[in-house]
């Protein structure tokens, strides 16, 4: 069984990561297509959900074992 902290950031990193990839095409194409962003962005886009991802799932976990108590 997944660490609530691990199913947190998990879950958290790949909605977001789709959530991403269809703002930035929206930004690129206004949907009329759809693309990978090149590495640069891809890795810029990566970093930024690693690093709110952490963020939430801390939080997430913070919040869930201060409730138990």
């Not at 810029?44 to 409730?67: E, G, R, T």
């Amino acid at each position: 069984m997944l660490d609530f902290k691990y199913a947190v950031f998990l879950s958290t990193f790949f909605v977001f990561l789709l959530e991403g990839l269809f703002h930035y095409n929206v930004g690129k194409s206004g949907l009329h297509s759809l693309c990978l962003p090149n590495k640069y962005d891809m890795c810029k886009i990566v970093l930024i959900l690693i690093i709110f991802s952490m963020f939430n799932a801390y939080i997430s976990k913070y919040l869930y074992d201060y409730d138990k108590k």
